[in-house]
């Protein structure tokens, strides 16, 4: 393996996070960036591997005693690491969010209020309805986001979700559905029903407000 001084300037991580984003760092790149360099045995890019494959493993458990085990990790570095996830937790992670209503909802989508094309969304939550993760289905133009079931089950099924909440946007700012919306409402909770992956609510915004299915009673 060739160490980080034979490789080309633009090529290292913390060049290329000044050239292109922290965003085009690889995981083993983010922890060479941490580390700066390794040790006089062993290269920091060995090192990066084997600790960025702990975390995946360990994710949040990972521990001092976890990191320290590592080849040419000694306290300094594994505080490093340490250091660096601990003020993510504190000021990056988002908290665990869980959905009692509508309401709890709308700070979550806000951001399509003024979007010029129509946006579909799925939430996907676990048994207590706690949020897992957001995620953009389709980008539709104006009024037509056509959205097939695969496409929305499939990310959620890898979350093993227990439920999803649906949404889109009306860009013309009209909240009533239209009978593509009820269609592909009841194409989506159907193809839910049989992955026993529930549809608690589906929900349009536009800059005049919300319109939820449940509370609306539109709910199969």
């Known amino acids: 393996m060739k160490t980080i001084k034979d490789m080309p300037v633009h090529s290292r991580p913390r060049e290329k996070l000044q050239e292109k984003g922290v965003e085009a760092l690889s995981d083993e790149e983010l922890v060479q960036a941490i580390l700066g360099m390794g040790t006089a045995g062993r290269d920091v890019r060995a090192i990066a591997k084997q600790v960025a494959a702990l975390i995946r493993e360990k994710q949040k458990n990972l521990s001092l005693a976890d990191l320290l085990d590592v080849p040419g990790v000694g306290l300094a570095k594994a505080a490093q690491i340490l250091s660096a ?16 209503s ?16 129509e946006h579909f969304l799925c939430i996907s939550l676990n048994g207590a309805n706690e949020v897992i993760e957001k995620r953009i289905v389709t980008v539709g133009l104006l009024n037509m986001s056509p959205v097939h079931p695969r496409e929305v089950f499939a990310d959620v099924i890898v979350d093993r ?28 909770t159907e193809a839910g029903n049989i992955l026993g992956i529930r549809v608690l609510d589906q929900i ?16 199969k």
């Open 161 to 188: 979700a227990a439920a999803v909440i649906l949404v889109h946007n009306h860009p013309s700012g009209d909240l009533q559905p239209s009978d593509a919306d009820l269609k592909m409402h009841e194409q989506l």
């Open 102 to 117: 509508a309401q709890d909802v709308l700070p979550l989508i806000s951001d399509l209020i003024e979007k010029r094309q």
């Open 204 to 219: 349009i915004i536009s800059r005049r407000g919300y319109l939820s299915f449940q509370e609306a009673g539109i709910m």
């Open 85 to 100: 996830f601990e003020l993510a937790r504190r000021h990056l992670i988002r908290e665990t969010v869980k959905i009692s």
